[in-house]
């Protein structure tokens, strides 16, 4: 049971953290098996996604923030952040990522990412090898 | 390999089921690992979310209703449910949760959710201690 | 650890892979526990829906479009995919069913599905029987 402290900067940001979930994984020793990776928060979810244009990231929040703005749905949670509670379960609470030789098999163009809706924050994730 | 039902009583609603949960993880005697819950439905899901207001499970059930609205989006499923199916697979048929001393790793906010979106029903989930 | 390769035929398609999954457990020899489906790509990803009438798909690709279209959105990802990426972390990139006498524990009208959201391509699935 390993713990990851993530820095969120912005209300809304995708926060890589592959090769953070990778050191941790090589340092278990564990050759064969599945990740779970856990997120311990109501306003923040986990994905896998492209790391390598910026743009995937940036227009994932757009279109989030389009379809569930943060105002003028007739939310009543009087913490102005419903819209976050709601992005957080459709992205969902957590991952589950196979991995073999001590590699996660993500595939070409995957990274995973914490999902920030209601920062900048510390968040935790819970990660687990089995 | 544990069965929980639960009842809904609406159309719509999330039915809080962490207690639930927590009494079989408890009952099992197993210390640490992943808890994966799975609903055997195609019109209802499980989430993890804030369990203090109500108002943050009514947000979330009323922004799902103001994108997907159960008519008028041009459906052809017979059973006037296609909403109902579609946010099903949006927020997930599972959660896996870890857990260590016996105790499921939620926040500090995080309750465990049956998001019922075609009720009032009897529904079965799955309980998997690994 | 095992390969599933997939083909989708269209853009968007939801392919299902239920009896080949199904198969490859009962070569396993395992008798319980959880299969782990986890999709090695950013533009398709994995759920659980019904199987019986194929309006169901139908409709849910209808209704993922229509709340976020291809064009439109004011997306900058060059590849003119956006939509399709976002779409795949909605679904989400896994699926995790217990299954219990060599057989899946899917309810009554419960298949596994491929997403395909930007097809028709060859997809690679990694499952893992734990």
Redesign the interface.
Known sequence: ?LILKIKSNSREELVEITERVAEKLTNSGVA???V?L?????TAGL????NA?P??P???L???R???PQHG???????EN??A??K???????????F?DGKL??????GIFLCEFDGGRER?V?M?I?
Do not use: C
Request: no cysteine; proline share 3%; hydrophobic share 40%.
């Open positions: 049971m064969e098996g599945i779970v856990y997120v311990q928060h109501t994905t896998v996604n492209e244009d743009d995937v940036r227009d994932m757009h279109a989030l389009t379809l569930i749905m007739g939310f009543r949670h009087g913490e419903s819209d509670h709601i957080a379960s459709l992205i969902g609470p957590s991952v589950t990522i196979p073999k098999l993500l595939g070409r163009w995957q935790q819970i687990v089995r």
